[in-house]
């Protein structure tokens, strides 16, 4: 009993302190693993018992090599795959459910949820953060952690609601452990996000955060230049031009609020854009 509650309570502990995930250190590209040992690899005798072979052999991962040629097309193929499904989708609906049916992105097997969006799909304004975190992928919801009410507290500040616009981010699913999403998990479902942008057609797009801004800027850029201008979104082969701005993300401001004031700036600029874009 006793060793049962101090169990309980270490596991608390590692939770309280934001460990919720069992992790290897860093991540792993699953785009690049190679194929499955074969059952070759562990050795049995006709009875079923194995044979005395040091343990180190099975313990060791297989070492990732370079990619191959054919490793490449799966990743091309991935991007094949989501654009064709993601083209296909005429509505909002219509794209959730071609989400959930996409395998071609690793995240989505260690996520509990698929976070697609939230407010209104006919907003003015969209905003794209990178990923779901721990809260978004529990409820389902973008931006519902502290993030997010912060985020909430950044669009009160000029008079709008969730409700008043549009929020979704780059990948619908949590990369384990709030990691930085790899190129390939982006690269992968990158067109699901371009249909989400083309379905929702926003007067202005705000990209939150450094990683929404150079993947749907295209540029490799940091924040701290993109953000405080306008900039373009461009889909040359949908002819499609949206005025973009890009902000510190609130889960930066948290842990830096001097940024705060420049964020307040950027965020007053864009109540001016949407106020002349209703004047139009
Ligand atoms: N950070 C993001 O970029 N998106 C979320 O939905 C939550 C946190």
Redesign the pocket.
Known sequence: MVEENSATELLKWYVESGVDEALEESPVDRFKTTEKPSNQARPSTATGVEESVSPSAFDTPPAISPRTATELISLDEATKTARSLANAANTLEELRTALAAFDGCPLKQTAKSL?FGDGSGSAQLMFI?????A??DRQG?????P??QL?DRMLAAISLQRSDVY????LPWRPPG?RTPTDSEIAACIPFIERHIELVTPQILVL??G??AKTLLGTTQGIMRTRGKWLEYNRESMSLSIPARAIL???YLLRSPAQKRETWMDLLEIRQKLEQCADR
């Open positions: 976070v953060g990178e990923a779901p975190g809260q978004e919801l973008p931006f519902v952690g993030a997010g985020l929020i979704t981010n780059i709030n939150v955060g990683t929404s993300h609130p889960a």
